[in-house]
C-alpha cells in the first residue's frame, strides 16, 4: 500500500491501547475497530520489549492487509521496515523526520505528533505525511500534556495543505466540536478500544464525520446558489448550457446538482466541463453558467 494512500477514505485512525482491554488481545481488539469502519491502524506500545512489539506487528500487519487498511508502527521504523508496515509515527522527542525518511525511503509514510502551530508547520516543511493534533482534550494516553484544545485543531486546518488527525481525549460525546473546529479525521484511543463494544464506537463517530460532510455539502451548494441570485442570476432562471453536444436547460446551481437531477450522480462517470475532467470532489462546487459544454462519459463493465 505504501504512500499511495487515498486520505480521503481515511476519516478514523486508531490505536492501540493494551492496557485499556484486560484480558483481551490486541489483535481481536483492532479487528473489531476495522469492523466497525476503522480506516488506519496505529500499534504503540510504550512498554514492551522490542520482541513483544515486532510479535504484534506482525500479527497487526497480517490483520491490516486482510482488512485492505495501512497500518503504522509508533517509534520502531525498524519493524516498520521487518513487517512491511506502511509507515512509522514519531513523536517531538523521537528521531527527526529526516533520519526516518532516511532508514525508511521513500515509500514509507512518515506521521509526526504535534502540539502547536509551529510542530504543524515545521513538519509539512520537513516532509512529513501526516500530522497528529492534540491532545485536543486531557487525556490518560499522554498524562501531564496540556491540551490544546479545538483552537489549535482550527489553526491546522487553516495552515496545513498535509493531512491532520485530531487526537487527544476524543469520545462520541465531544466529537462534534472537533470537526465543527475543522477536523476531517478523528483519532480515538480510550473511548474505542476499552469500550465494551469498540465497533459501535467506530461507527457513532464515523456517522458524526459523515453527518458533517453533508451539512457542509448543503451549506456550499446553499451559497453557490444565494451568489448567482444576488448576481442576477436568479434561481428561478434556467441555465442553458450544452449538455453530450445538445442544448440543455436547467435550474441547477451546481454540477453535483445536474448529476443528481439527472439520475448520474452515483454512477460510475467522468464528467468534463469545456473540456477539462472535474473530480468528483469538486461537483459540488463547480457552478453552472450558461454556455457551459458538458460531457457525461460512463463506464460500461463487459467482458
Same mark, same amino acid.
Given at each position: 500500500?505504501?504512500?499511495?494512500?487515498?486520505?480521503?477514505?481515511?476519516?478514523?485512525?486508531?490505536?492501540?491501547?493494551?492496557?485499556?482491554? +484486560?484480558?483481551?488481545?490486541?489483535?481481536?481488539?483492532?479487528?473489531?475497530?476495522?469492523?466497525?469502519?476503522?480506516?488506519?491502524?496505529?500499534?504503540? #506500545?510504550?512498554?514492551?520489549?522490542? @520482541?513483544?512489539?515486532?510479535?504484534?506487528?506482525?500479527?497487526?500487519?497480517?490483520?491490516?492487509?486482510?482488512?485492505?487498511?495501512? *497500518?503504522?508502527? #509508533?517509534?520502531?521504523?525498524?519493524?516498520?521496515?521487518? %513487517?512491511?508496515?506502511?509507515? %512509522?509515527?514519531?513523536? !517531538?522527542?523521537?528521531?527527526?523526520?529526516?533520519?526516518?525518511?532516511?532508514? &525508511?525511503?521513500?515509500?514509507?509514510?512518515?506521521g509526526i505528533s504535534t502540539h502547536c502551530a509551529e510542530h504543524a508547520i515545521e513538519a509539512e516543511?520537513?516532509?512529513?505525511?501526516?500530522?497528529?493534533?492534540?491532545?485536543? *482534550?486531557?487525556?490518560?494516553?499522554?498524562?501531564?500534556?496540556?491540551? %490544546?484544545?479545538?483552537?489549535?485543531?482550527?489553526?491546522?486546518?487553516?495552515?496545513?495543505?498535509? +493531512? *491532520?488527525?485530531?487526537?487527544?481525549?476524543?469520545?462520541?460525546?465531544?466529537?462534534?466540536?472537533?470537526?465543527?473546529?475543522?477536523?476531517?479525521?478523528?483519532?480515538?484511543?480510550?473511548?474505542?478500544?476499552?469500550?465494551?463494544?469498540?465497533?459501535?464506537?467506530?461507527?457513532?463517530?464515523? !456517522?458524526?464525520?459523515?453527518?458533517?460532510?453533508?451539512?457542509?455539502?448543503?451549506?456550499?451548494?446553499?451559497?453557490?446558489? #444565494?451568489?448567482?441570485?444576488?448576481?442576477?442570476?436568479?434561481?428561478?432562471?434556467?441555465?442553458?448550457?450544452? &449538455? #453530450?453536444?445538445? @442544448?440543455?436547460?436547467?435550474?441547477?446551481?451546481?454540477?453535483?446538482?445536474?448529476?443528481?437531477? &439527472?439520475?448520474?450522480?452515483?454512477?460510475?462517470?467522468?464528467?468534463?466541463?469545456?473540456?477539462?475532467?472535474?473530480?468528483?470532489?469538486?461537483? !459540488?462546487?463547480?457552478? &453552472?453558467?450558461?454556455?457551459?459544454?458538458?460531457?457525461?462519459?460512463?463506464? %460500461?463493465?463487459?467482458?
Amino acid at each position: 500500500m505504501s504512500k499511495r494512500v487515498d486520505w480521503e477514505k481515511i476519516r478514523l485512525y486508531v490505536i492501540t491501547a493494551q492496557d485499556a482491554h +484486560p484480558g483481551k488481545s490486541v489483535t481481536d481488539v483492532m479487528e473489531q475497530t476495522l469492523i466497525g469502519g476503522a480506516g488506519m491502524l496505529q500499534l504503540r #506500545n510504550k512498554t514492551g520489549s522490542r @520482541s513483544e512489539v515486532l510479535e504484534q506487528a506482525r500479527a497487526l500487519r497480517v490483520l491490516t492487509r486482510r482488512y485492505g487498511v495501512p *497500518f503504522i508502527v #509508533n517509534d520502531y521504523p525498524d519493524i516498520a521496515l521487518e %513487517v512491511d508496515a506502511d509507515g %512509522v509515527h514519531l513523536g !517531538q522527542d523521537d528521531m527527526s523526520i529526516k533520519e526516518a525518511r532516511s532508514l &525508511l525511503g521513500d515509500d514509507k509514510m512518515i506521521g509526526i505528533s504535534t502540539h502547536c502551530a509551529e510542530h504543524a508547520i515545521e513538519a509539512e516543511r520537513e516532509g512529513a505525511d501526516y500530522i497528529g493534533v492534540g491532545p485536543v *482534550f486531557p487525556t490518560n494516553t499522554k498524562p501531564g500534556k496540556a491540551a %490544546v484544545t479545538t483552537a489549535y485543531v482550527a489553526e491546522a486546518a487553516s495552515l496545513v495543505s498535509i +493531512p *491532520f488527525v485530531a487526537i487527544g481525549g476524543i469520545t462520541t460525546d465531544n466529537a462534534d466540536v472537533v470537526i465543527s473546529a475543522g477536523a476531517k479525521r478523528l483519532c480515538a484511543v480510550s473511548a474505542i478500544v476499552g469500550s465494551e463494544d469498540p465497533a459501535a464506537v467506530c461507527r457513532e463517530l464515523l !456517522q458524526k464525520l459523515e453527518a458533517a460532510d453533508r451539512a457542509e455539502e448543503t451549506s456550499n451548494v446553499n451559497a453557490i446558489a #444565494n451568489e448567482r441570485e444576488t448576481s442576477g442570476h436568479g434561481a428561478e432562471e434556467n441555465v442553458s448550457l450544452s &449538455l #453530450n453536444g445538445s @442544448s440543455y436547460q436547467t435550474r441547477s446551481a451546481t454540477l453535483d446538482c445536474l448529476l443528481a437531477e &439527472l439520475g448520474q450522480r452515483d454512477k460510475r462517470l467522468v464528467a468534463e466541463v469545456d473540456g477539462e475532467i472535474v473530480p468528483r470532489s469538486r461537483w !459540488q462546487e463547480t457552478a &453552472l453558467a450558461d454556455g457551459l459544454r458538458i460531457e457525461l462519459i460512463q463506464f %460500461v463493465g463487459g467482458g
